[in-house]
């Protein structure tokens, strides 16, 4: 009998007390797995958090599948919140002018971008004030399906919508989003943003090449570093990072909230990046 495929605990937050008709739900969703935090909007305290991934064996498996049994374990998910808010770390996005977008065109534009054999897909869209940008993206449509039955109602946007609002406006800086099979990438050189994008990666020496390649072609040198997402401080490429950069700093969690105890035990950068979604939805 084949064995039912399911996601790996990174970290688990448990709610000492929930009350979700108070509470915002911030949902990250990507290729490799989920994440969430919890947070209580009344006394602006977060509650709960969780990071799950893939095993690094389940590379056939449909995900929409393992997606959907998960969802159904993780009982807190089923509860009614007041909010929620799906951000979607997905890298099949193209970002349009104001001046040049026409919406009958995003399809094509995505196909011109990352090819038409995801043609069957759901195509979402963001508008990104700020910038003057709209921000097209392709989300798998069984994935959607999964997501859509199980948070009804749920405002949904992409990462690189999230983190354009966050660029800021003056200094050098390198922002690196750790997955398991991929990072994403944000640098900005004189608080203009010069970079935004997702870069698959295997071993060690695919991250340190991406990173000064990247600082290579925006003609940066040790420019500052700012790490989130599922690196282990303590790991072999987190000391290579550290040779070739002097100024590499682990995300810390956003101030002007409070977060119970349980937070304290657990690396801050694993889901640090979640939070600027809180904002945005």
Known sequence: MRQEKTLKAILEISPVALDPGKCTLVFELSDEGFS???????ENIYVAAAVLQTDKSDGT????????????????????????????????SVLIPY???????????????????????????????????YNCYRVPTAVTKVVQAKFPG????????????????AGDGLSVIFYRKKIVLVLVREGILQLLNSFSYNTSSDVLYILMNACRQFGVDNIPVTISGLLDKNSSLAKEVHQYFTA????????????????????????????AVDSCV
Do not use: C, W
């Open 154 to 169: 749920a405002v949904n946007i992409h990462q690189y919508s999230v983190l354009l609002k966050q660029v800021p406006a």
């Open 248 to 275: 590499v700093n682990f995300s810390a969690l956003p101030e002007g909230a409070a977060y119970t105890e349980a937070f304290s035990q657990h690396p801050s950068h694993y889901i640090s990046h979640i939070f």
């Open 99 to 133: 001046s040049l977008y026409d919406r009958g065109e995003n399809i094509n534009a995505l196909d011109l971008i990352h090819g038409d054999f995801q043609n069957n897909d759901i195509v979402l869209t963001d508008i990104i004030a700020e910038k003057e940008l």
């Open 36 to 42: 969430y935090v919890i947070k209580n909007d009344e």
């Open 61 to 92: 498996d449909d995900y929409s599948v393992i997606l959907q049994n998960e969802l159904q374990r993780q009982s807190i998910l089923s509860e009614n919140f007041k909010k929620v808010g799906i951000m979607h770390s997905l890298g099949e």
